[in-house]
T-cell receptor, first 114, second 111 residues
Framework: ETGVTQTPRHLVMGMTNKKSLKCEQH?????MYWYKQSAKKPLELMFV???????ENNSVPSRFSPECPNSSHLFLHLHTLQPEDSALYLCASSQDGQGGRKQYFGPGTRLTVT | QKEVEQNSGPLSVPEGAIASLNCTYSDRVSQSFFWYRQYSGKSPELIMS????GDKEDGRFTAQLNKASQYVSLLIRDSQPSDSATYLC???????????FGGGTRLMVKP
């Protein structure tokens, strides 16, 4: 256990559904991240929150909407997704807020869009 | 050119041998480098970090950094079947606010 939890662990949703992924870190870190991991592709950074403010969103489609209400919680709101959005979504956290110090990952949410 | 490059493998080594995993990066001013291990179906786990040229040892793992050649490697001594996983190299960008991952090298340690 890394101290980063994610729920749900598995999610199947239709293209017209709205769902949210949740991440919580118990490490006292001040930065949190969303990554997407697709088969045979490198980990892709989606969003960075440092001190609860979005720092980098890396040109992610608007059907993905992040929310960071405090330094321990991070959400990824999903709506009108496409089948190509099926992937493992990973949350990570770090201290320092500089986006790159040691990042610790949660177990991920395996998302399938039908 | 990819920012962080790794041979996808699989790299196959016999049990007890040294596994050598390599990574090159394009941003010359990168300062921090990490190795993550990812088992199939699991999330990445940080195993090594290195910030200065030279070697850094931690148990059976040794990270090596050569900034002049923009090259970082991971050596695993006395490889075990439980080391079989994908190893991800990650580099902090010039601005220091993004971690860029390579595609990973799949390591297979055969008994």
């Amino acid at each position: 256990e890394t101290g980063v939890t994610q729920t749900p662990r598995h999610l199947v949703m239709g293209m017209t559904n709205k769902k949210s992924l949740k991440c919580e870190q118990h490490l006292g870190h001040n930065a949190m991240y969303w990554y997407k991991q697709s088969a045979k592709k490198p980990l892709e950074l989606m969003f960075v929150y440092s001190l609860e403010e979005r720092v980098e969103n890396n040109s992610v489609p608007s059907r993905f909407s992040p929310e960071c209400p405090n330094s321990s919680h991070l959400f990824l709101h999903l709506h009108t997704l496409q089948p190509e959005d099926s992937a493992l979504y990973l949350c990570a956290s770090s201290q320092d807020g500089q986006g790159g110090r040691k990042q610790y990952f949660g177990p991920g949410t395996r998302l399938t869009v039908t | 050119q990819k920012e962080v490059e790794q041979n996808s493998g699989p790299l196959s080594v016999p049990e007890g041998a040294i596994a050598s995993l390599n990574c090159t990066y394009s941003d010359r001013v990168s300062q921090s480098f990490f190795w993550y291990r990812q088992y199939s179906g699991k999330s990445p786990e940080l195993i090594m970090s290195i910030y200065s040229n030279g070697d850094k040892e931690d148990g059976r793992f040794t990270a090596q950094l050569n900034k002049a050649s923009q090259y970082v490697s991971l050596l695993i001594r006395d490889s075990q079947p439980s080391d079989s996983a994908t190893y991800l190299c990650a580099v902090i960008n010039n601005a220091g606010n993004m971690l860029t991952f390579g595609g990973g090298t799949r390591l297979m340690v055969k008994p």
